[in-house]
């Protein structure tokens, strides 16, 4: 098992950064992918930056430029750097783990935490 904790959400005007962390416990030497994804009302959740552990690291073409997400050696920790936030950033961000266990590829999810993008 592998439990995720975001924090770092809130209330920003346009141009304004913030800073999302992940915190992970548990069997975190297996896992194998991680990313933030978001949801905004009325919208479907989707992938904002994710990294394959070793291999690579993606954004979507909407927050290229703008957002940096990283992870420490030990996989304990997920960032997401947010910069030049603007209104269509505002959604529910959730931290996004996959990991290797008894065989299986099993999917984990922090609780998610709210970013407000508005004057």
């Known amino acids: 098992q592998v439990q995720l904790v975001e924090s770092g959400g809130g209330s920003v005007q346009p141009g304004g950064s913030l800073r999302l962390s992940c915190l992970a416990s548990g069997s975190i030497a297996s896992i194998t992918a991680v990313g933030w994804y978001r949801q905004a009302p009325g919208k479907e959740r989707e992938l904002v930056a994710g990294i394959t552990i070793g291999i690579s690291t993606n954004y979507a073409d909407s927050v290229k430029g703008r957002f940096a997400i990283s992870t420490d050696n030990a996989k304990s920790r997920l960032t997401l750097q947010m910069n030049s936030l603007q209104p269509e950033d505002t959604a529910v961000y959730y931290c996004?783990?996959?990991?290797?266990?008894?065989?299986?590829?099993?999917?984990?999810w922090g609780q998610g935490t709210q970013v407000t993008v508005s004057p």
């Open positions: 996004n783990a996959n990991a290797r266990i008894s065989g299986l590829t099993r999917t984990y």
